[in-house]
C-alpha cells in the first residue's frame, strides 16, 4: 500500500506572504501523514457504524474526517465565533431533542402574531422559512413541463422521453414488489403459528419438518430471506420502503395530472410572486425526515449524551423548507437561497438536484449573490451513479453550461459520498463522480443521524455527504471568520486526504483521485490546521 504523504501542506500559504498577525487560533501542530492500512481486519462496532465518519484514516483505518481527533487535538481552549448554516431541504422536526436548541432563532420577528417584524418581506420566520407551504407530495420536473407545456418543442421532446423511460418502470415494479410482500407475509405468519414464537432464526428453519410441500416451499422461501442477510422482519421493511418510493412515483411524482402545487397558490414559474408560504419549516408528512437528518449531520448538539454528535459546534441552524416529495421548484431554490443570504447565513447546505431545470438562471443569479455576500454553497453530487462529466448526465445545478474547468461561481462546493470501507468499495455505488463536476468526497453510506419525533437512523446518500463538509465549513468559518467563503473551500479542497488506491465506480476500476477535482477525502483536522496557516498570513 502507498504512502500517502501530507507534510507539504504544512509549508502552504497559498502565495500569501506572511503579515506577522497573530491569531489565537494559531495550530501549530503538522496536518495528518497518512498510511492507511490495507483495509480494516475486524468490523465496526455498534458505536463505531453510528459515528464512522467521524473517526480517522490513520488511527481507525476507516475513512473518516478525523472529527473526533480535532476536537480532542486542537480546539481546546479555542475559540470560535457562533456561525449560522441554512439548510435548504425538506422539513426539520423542530421539537427535536438533539435539534431544538441549536435552531436560529430570528431576533427581529416576534411569533405568531402574523406580522413581518424585522421587515425582511417574510412574516413569522421565528426559525427560517417554508416555500412550499402545506404542499408536500410534488411531480418531477420533466412531468410539469409536460403538463405545462413549457419551453420549445425540443425540451418538451425530452421531458417525453424521460416520461417514457421511467413511468413503465415503477408501473411494472410496484405490483411484483406488493406480491413479494403478500407472499412473505403469509409464509412468516404459517411459520410463526407453526412454530409457536413471533420471533425465528435461520437455526430454527432448519430444524423444523414441514408436514406438507407448501410448507415446504415457505420454509425455503424464508430461508432464502435469512440467506440475504437480513431477518423476515427486516426484509418486510425493505420490501415496504420500496412500495412506498414506488406508490409515490406512479401517483405523484411521473403522474401527468397530479399537481402538487395547487395548496400553495402561487405561480411557481413566476419568479416576480414572491409572497407565498408560511413561516413554519417544521415537517409536513410523517414520511418527510430528510431535512431532519442532514440537520443533525451538521450540528446534533455534541456532548449532550441524546442520539448523536454534529460534526460543528458553535453554529445555528437556519430551516428552509424548499424540497418537496419530487423535484424542487426553481423559483423556491433560488428565494431560499436569497433568503438564507439576507438573514445571515455564511454557509448553505443543499441536499437536492433534477435533471431538468427550466429556469435555472434564477438559481444561478441567487448563486452569485451568495458568492457577492461571501456565503459558501455546499451541494451534494447526487445519487446516480454517473459521471457528471458527461454532458447528458444532468444533476442541476451545475457547471455543465459553462466551458471545461469554469465554475459557476468560486463559492460552490460538489461533494460525493464514501462507504465506511477503506479500499475498492470506498466510493458509494449512488454517488455521482467526476474529475471536473465534484470537488471532493466525504462520508455518506450508511449515516447515522437525527429522524422526527426524537428518533435516530442510519441513512445514505450524497444528500448525507454534502453536510458534513457543510460542517467542514461551518467550523473553519467559526474559528477562523477573517476567511472568505472562496477561501473556505480552498482550504476545504487542498487539505483533504490524498488516495491514489483504485475504486470501483460504475462497472470500471479507476484511481480514486480521478473521480473528483481533488482527488481527496474532506477532513476536519488537517483543514482547521491549514485554516490557521491562510488566517495569521492575512
Not at 284 to 304: C, F, K, L, P, Y
Request: hydrophobic content about 35%; some cysteine; charged content about 25%.
Amino acid at each position: 500500500m502507498a504512502k500517502f504523504s501530507l507534510n507539504y501542506l504544512a509549508g502552504l500559504g497559498f502565495g500569501l506572504a506572511a503579515m506577522g498577525c497573530t491569531s489565537t487560533n494559531l495550530l501549530t501542530t503538522s496536518p495528518l501523514t497518512i498510511t492507511p492500512a490495507q483495509s480494516r481486519n475486524t468490523p465496526l462496532s455498534d458505536q463505531e457504524e453510528k459515528r464512522w465518519g467521524h473517526l480517522d484514516l490513520e488511527k481507525d483505518t476507516v475513512p473518516g474526517m478525523s472529527i473526533d481527533r480535532a476536537y480532542n487535538e486542537l480546539l481546546k481552549r479555542k475559540k470560535a465565533k457562533p456561525i449560522l448554516v441554512a439548510v435548504i431541504d425538506s422539513g426539520i422536526d423542530l421539537d427535536h431533542e438533539d435539534l431544538k436548541e441549536v435552531l436560529w432563532v430570528n431576533p427581529g420577528e416576534k411569533p405568531n402574531d402574523g406580522i413581518d417584524n424585522d421587515g425582511n418581506g417574510y412574516i413569522d420566520d421565528i426559525h427560517g422559512y417554508n416555500f412550499l407551504g402545506e404542499s408536500y407530495h410534488e411531480q418531477l420536473e420533466f412531468v410539469r413541463i409536460l403538463r405545462l407545456k413549457i419551453g420549445d418543442e425540443s425540451l418538451q421532446a425530452a421531458a417525453r422521453a424521460e416520461l417514457e423511460a421511467e413511468l413503465p418502470e415503477a408501473q411494472g415494479t410496484l405490483p411484483q414488489l406488493e406480491q413479494i410482500q403478500k407472499i412473505i407475509t403469509m409464509a412468516h405468519q404459517n411459520i410463526q403459528k407453526e412454530l409457536g414464537k413471533e420471533y425465528y432464526s435461520l437455526e430454527d428453519l432448519e430444524k423444523y419438518k414441514p408436514k406438507s410441500p407448501q410448507e415446504e416451499q415457505i420454509v425455503g422461501l424464508l430461508s432464502q430471506v435469512f440467506g440475504m442477510g437480513q431477518s423476515v422482519p427486516e426484509a418486510l421493511a425493505d420490501l415496504q420502503e420500496g412500495i412506498t418510493y414506488y406508490k409515490g412515483r406512479v401517483e405523484y411524482n411521473l403522474n401527468v395530472d397530479f399537481d402538487g402545487r395547487k395548496p400553495v397558490g402561487d405561480n411557481p414559474y413566476d419568479i416576480s410572486d414572491a409572497t407565498y408560504g408560511n413561516g413554519n419549516p417544521d415537517i409536513r408528512d410523517s414520511e418527510e425526515s430528510h431535512g431532519t437528518h442532514v440537520a443533525g449531520i451538521i450540528a446534533a448538539v455534541r456532548g449532550n449524551k441524546k442520539g448523536v454528535d454534529g460534526v460543528a459546534q458553535a453554529v445555528k441552524i437556519m430551516a428552509i423548507r424548499t424540497v418537496p416529495d419530487g423535484d424542487e421548484y426553481d423559483k423556491d431554490v433560488a428565494l431560499a437561497i436569497r433568503y438564507a443570504v439576507d438573514n445571515g447565513a455564511k454557509v448553505i447546505n443543499a441536499s437536492f438536484g433534477k435533471k431538468f431545470s427550466p429556469n435555472a438562471e434564477w438559481v444561478y443569479d441567487a448563486l452569485k449573490y451568495a458568492e457577492e455576500k461571501d456565503v459558501l454553497f455546499v451541494h451534494a453530487a447526487g445519487n446516480d451513479g454517473l459521471d457528471l462529466d458527461d454532458l447528458s448526465n444532468t444533476n442541476y445545478p451545475n457547471d455543465h453550461q459553462l466551458q471545461k474547468g469554469k465554475e459557476i461561481v468560486s463559492n460552490y462546493l460538489a461533494v460525493g459520498a464514501l462507504t465506511s470501507s477503506f479500499g475498492p468499495t470506498m466510493v458509494a455505488s449512488f454517488s455521482n463522480y467526476g474529475k471536473e463536476n465534484v470537488d471532493i468526497f466525504a462520508p455518506g453510506d450508511g449515516i447515522y443521524s437525527t429522524m422526527p419525533n426524537n428518533s435516530y437512523e442510519f441513512q445514505g446518500g450524497t444528500s448525507m455527504a454534502a453536510p458534513a463538509v457543510s460542517g467542514i465549513a461551518a467550523m473553519i468559518r467559526a474559528y477562523f471568520p477573517q476567511l472568505s467563503a472562496a477561501q473556505v473551500k480552498q482550504v476545504i479542497m487542498e487539505s483533504g486526504l490524498p488516495i491514489s488506491i483504485p475504486v470501483q465506480v460504475g462497472e470500471s476500476e479507476v484511481p480514486f483521485s480521478a473521480i473528483s477535482k481533488t482527488g481527496k477525502i474532506a477532513n476536519l483536522y488537517n483543514a482547521l490546521i491549514l485554516a490557521s496557516k491562510m488566517a495569521t498570513s492575512l
